[in-house]
């Protein structure tokens, strides 16, 4: 079976776990300062806070820039439910933007309508590992004086007009849990440009510490610290980083080569000045031999996995319905809920493999 993902791991990371089992410093300590360090360059963020999940570095990232019980946050509900749920975790509100049809990002143009005197905040997703519309949405975030928390959870090392992902927030968040482009089983990375900002994500991994050193408290925290195991496996995956990005662009390209002319079948879209990660390389399947259901299982059968990503707009959730929403609200992303299918485009494939997913779609044409 052709796995959906696989992460991409080897001795070098085997030996930087066992040489920090050896050192006696197995949770938070030097390889997480070590990564901290490092991570500011892969994302053109001044600071960064590892944390032991990206959904902790999107919490955290919401708590630091000031969201609370009340206020209300715009976001996307084509999306992993940590986006939404985080929102939830400061009280806060969700309010829901649809998606555009060709990046599955939210669509930029119809955030304006809904901004009140609650909104405090944009949650924007570079989803699959492709940005957002920025361009569009500093604009609107200036105006109104809102502050963007990019959840670049699925998008290490995407760029924008030469510009990283992780940017383009005033403070965003990146996730290394095991199916993600690098990974180090679990961890996350806060990143801003904001010292105080920082400052305060270092305190509130730590149970809401007055300071960095003593026993005191003034405010709710968790425990959100990555381990040094954590980092140790983290740093040697970002020496890794370009060459697992470039493996995963030239995965995508040939399978856009092979299924771009089939009838039915929508390959991703990579906007001008972008360079797309492929988290996920997403089909629509609208209009093909089989719908989209039946297309997954031919390729079981096959021996090629493949996922949904997402079978349901979030505001469709019990959790989340309640703050008033229903079917029909947010149409696009409800439409392609039903036709998106994620293939598999991590580094592991080969050319065959490559040929056997394109050849398995094209046979049914
Ligand atoms: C993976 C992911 C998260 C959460 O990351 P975890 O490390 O699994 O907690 C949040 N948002 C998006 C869009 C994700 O893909």
Redesign the pocket.
């Known amino acids: 079976m052709i796995p959906i993902a696989k992460p991409f791991l080897g001795e070098e990371e085997i030996k930087a776990v066992a040489n920090v089992l050896k050192s006696g410093i197995i949770a938070q300590g030097p390889k997480v300062n070590e990564i901290e360090e490092k991570f500011t360059k892969i994302s053109g963020a001044k600071y960064a806070v590892a944390l032991n999940?990206?959904?902790?570095?999107?919490h955290t990232a919401l708590k630091v820039a000031g969201i609370k019980e009340n206020d209300e946050v715009i976001t996307t509900p084509f999306?992993?439910?940590?986006?939404a749920n985080?929102i939830l975790m400061q009280q806060a509100k969700p309010v829901f933007v649809d998606i555009e049809e060709d990046t599955f990002n939210i669509d930029a143009e119809k955030i304006n309508e809904k901004i009140t005197k609650k909104t405090k905040a944009i949650v924007t997703?570079?989803?699959f590992g492709h940005l957002c519309d920025y361009d569009v949405i500093d604009e609107i975030a200036e105006k109104n004086n809102l502050i963007i928390i990019e959840?670049?959870?699925?998008a290490v090392n995407a760029e924008y007009k030469d510009k990283k992902a992780g940017s383009f927030g005033d403070v965003a968040?990146f996730?290394?849990?095991a199916?993600?482009n690098i990974t180090c089983a679990?961890?996350?990375m806060m990143v801003t440009g904001n010292k105080d900002f920082a400052g305060k994500a270092k305190l509130f991994r730590q149970h809401g510490r007055a300071d960095m050193a003593g026993y005191d408290y003034n405010d709710i925290g968790y425990n959100y610290r990555m381990t040094d195991i954590n980092a140790a496996i983290l740093l040697e995956q970002l020496k890794k980083l370009d060459f697992l990005t470039k493996k995963r662009i030239e995965n995508a390209q040939y399978l856009s080569e092979g299924l771009g002319g089939i009838k039915g079948i929508g390959v991703p879209a990579v906007k001008k000045g972008h360079k797309h990660v492929f988290?996920q390389y997403t089909i629509k399947v609208d209009g093909f031999k089989l719908d989209r259901d039946e297309l997954a299982k031919h390729l079981n059968k096959k021996g090629i996995a493949s996922s949904i990503f997402y079978p349901k707009s979030l505001h469709l959730c019990e959790h989340i319905k309640k703050f008033g929403y229903g079917g029909g609200d947010f149409p696009v992303a409800e439409e392609l809920s039903k036709q998106v299918l994620s293939l598999p485009v991590h580094p592991h494939l080969t050319k065959e493999q490559l040929d056997l997913i394109i050849n398995s779609i094209a046979e049914l044409e």
């Open positions: 999940s990206g959904t902790a570095a999107l999306t992993f439910i940590a986006t985080t997703v570079d989803l959840d670049a959870c699925q968040a996730s290394f849990y199916t993600k679990e961890g996350g988290h």
